[in-house]
């Protein structure tokens, strides 16, 4: 893709150009010029960070694709970001279920622009074997904007590959000013958001069996010995 | 003790209204409703049970019948288990928690109440433990009518010879656990 007029290459373009195939241009002046784009996207597209989603066994296969068998930062995509809001990719690898879909959006929402997301197996993409089940989100799109779909249940490695390499034919065609325009009609995280889960009532001490078992419903308080202050005399 | 002698103890302990089985051995002991705390406590305090290690708790939905609550107990002694069954009925299933026995039965008795809707005398707080906040329903009873199947075919074929289009001399069945249209859901009570 590149932006012409007649034969030769635009150094600028200007902001109200109307051209690219199937798309007008924004009117503001984000848009970058096509050689500038060019690098832009360029470097985008080798240096993902990548933010593992490992929800259920397709996880498994994430992490075999990050080894050394199949070795997924000769794409460029980098394990591992050491938290959204370092990362650009997010694989959603993994069963997204109605409980979980929250923390999956809110860690997208801290994820910085520009940022990509990969749906990595059947639960991620529709449900997968769970289509009917009463707990499990019916795809992670539901939730936040997907780029690139890898089937199968699990994908194989290589099927990642695959849709890491289709993710970066995408991002090296990107204009952020459309991308921005596409994501701005998405409501706000606050509408999944939900307060911060409150500590469970105290249980009343119980009888004489009491000691038998270790209630992990408790927080488990650690007794610290208070430490005697040195004395002179030693 | 092998789980025959497993459940020959405990029905010596507990008395005569309690009875017991073996399949697949695992011994089963049957105890009523209103014994059920004290049926886990001697199993627990028996010496020759000793079944000290909680290891669940949770139902099963036998219809007409009410419910069936279990307790899997293991003993780390003597190497052997035990499973001590109850019933309550449908309309009032209520039981005692065991929760003043096994603090850590506190976690199963929330999902078994979230996922049954069987009550827990005692218990400090039922409050939802799996489930997302404002679910409605008790997804493991079978009257639980799953909204995916109703909505969407079922994929694939049901029975052999069936295929997508389908043959119009065939009665067009109900997938698995969807009930006849207007005996459930807002049209029954219409």
């Not at chain 2, 014994?35 to 028996?46: K, L, N």
């Not at chain 2, 003043?100 to 999902?111: C, K, T």
Request: glycine share 8%; proline share 11%; hydrophobic share 40%.
């Amino acid at each position: 893709m590149g932006v012409t007029s007649g034969s030769e290459p635009l150094l600028f373009a200007p902001a109200t150009l109307p051209v690219i195939s199937g798309g007008t241009v924004p009117p503001s002046g984000l848009e970058a010029p096509a050689p500038m784009r060019f690098v832009l996207n360029w470097g985008r597209r080798y240096s993902l960070w990548v933010f593992n989603f490992g929800l259920a066994c397709c996880a498994i296969e994430f992490i075999a694709s990050s080894m050394s068998q199949h070795d997924f930062i000769r794409l460029g995509v980098i394990p591992f970001a050491h938290g959204p809001r370092q990362a650009d990719l997010m694989v959603v690898s993994g069963t997204v279920t109605d409980k979980m879909a929250p923390a999956v959006r809110r860690l997208y929402e801290q994820m910085p622009e520009p940022k990509y997301v990969i749906s990595f197996g059947a639960c991620s993409n529709c449900g997968g074997p769970y289509w009917d089940s009463y707990s499990v989100t019916k795809g992670v799109d539901q939730i936040i904007p997907v780029d690139v779909y890898v089937p199968g249940c699990p994908p194989r490695p290589e099927a990642l590959l695959h849709g890491i390499l289709k993710l970066q034919d995408k991002i090296a065609g990107e204009r952020l000013p459309l991308r921005a325009s596409e994501k701005s009609v998405r409501p706000s995280a606050a509408v999944f958001q939900r307060p911060f889960v409150s500590p469970p009532p105290q249980v009343p001490q119980h009888g004489a069996v009491r000691h038998r078992v270790h209630g992990l419903d408790q927080p488990i308080r650690l007794e610290v010995p208070a430490v005697e202050p040195p004395t002179e005399s030693a | 003790m092998t789980p025959e002698e497993v459940a020959a103890r405990l029905v010596a302990v507990l008395g005569d209204d309690v009875t017991s089985e073996v399949a697949y051995g695992t011994a089963t002991v049957d105890v009523p409703a209103p014994r059920w705390v004290e049926a886990v406590q001697a199993a627990i305090a028996d010496e020759q049970v000793s079944a000290t290690y909680f290891d669940w708790l949770s139902a099963v939905d036998e219809l007409d019948e009410g419910f069936s609550v279990l307790v899997h107990l293991w003993s780390l002694t003597l190497h052997h288990h035990v499973l001590i069954r109850t019933r309550i009925p449908r309309d009032t299933a209520v039981l005692p928690t065991l929760t003043g026995v096994f603090r850590g039965a506190s976690w199963h008795e929330r999902e078994t109440h979230e996922m049954f809707g069987i009550g827990f005398e005692g218990h400090a707080g039922l409050v939802p433990l799996l489930l997302p906040e404002g679910f409605e329903g008790h997804p493991l009873r079978k009257e639980f009518v799953l909204a995916s199947r109703v909505a969407k075919p079922w994929p694939g074929a049901k029975e052999p010879g069936e295929s997508d289009d389908g043959s119009p001399s065939r009665r067009r069945m109900l997938p698995p656990g969807v009930p006849e249209p207007g005996t459930w859901g807002p049209e029954a009570s219409r």
